[in-house]
């Protein structure tokens, strides 16, 4: 199962990428005025350790940076037709079946689906029945997200066929 490892900063961030593993990472701040240039150090790392690098909502930056992809919120949807001309992978964020499929239909190449298990100001979990169903409807690869904090949230998440899973506190 694909680790895809979610990121507000460069903390300690090649000791984490070391220890787990992962083969994507996103570097997801939506607070900092510096964002650009800390994507640009996340980008030379990202190299070095041979991990796929993914920005958020910023396509043009993810080109620039030479980045792997840009990973689009669930307001997005419009931009993935001109990320994909970029020549940029595209994941985007989904928290229904209708926006999952959404995506899928615009050409994006992967979906992260979210919240699956109980996640700090996130919603309703939607659990992993309903992973499993979006996992079988799309045609693309299907990230769970949203309360992923241990082994077994992954064992969990395997049983619904997902590609992968995507979280911050499993990563830490």
Not at 37 to 52: C, F, H, P, S
Not at 62 to 80: D, M, N, R, Y
Not at 104 to 116: K, Q
């Amino acid at each position: 199962m694909i680790g895809y490892m979610i990121t507000p900063d460069l903390e300690d961030l090649v000791q984490r990428v070391e220890k787990h593993k992962p083969k994507q990472l996103l570097f997801r701040n939506k607070e900092i005025a510096n964002y650009a240039e800390i994507a640009l150090k996340i980008a030379t790392l990202t190299k070095d350790l041979g991990v796929d690098l993914y920005l958020h909502q910023d396509a043009f930056l993810s080109k620039e940076l030479g980045a792997k992809g840009v990973h689009l919120t669930s307001k997005q949807f419009k931009l993935i037709k001109q990320a994909k001309e970029m020549g940029l992978d595209v994941i985007v964020s989904t928290h229904t079946k209708d926006e999952a499929l959404l995506a899928s239909s615009l050409g994006a190449d992967a979906i992260t689906f979210s919240p699956i298990f109980h996640s700090p100001n996130k919603g309703e979990p939607v659990g992993v029945e309903a992973l499993a169903d979006v996992v079988k409807s799309v045609g693309i690869k299907v990230f769970a997200l949203g309360g992923i904090v241990s082994a077994k949230d992954v064992d969990l998440i395997r049983s619904s066929g997902a590609y992968g899973f995507a979280s911050i506190r499993y990563f830490s």
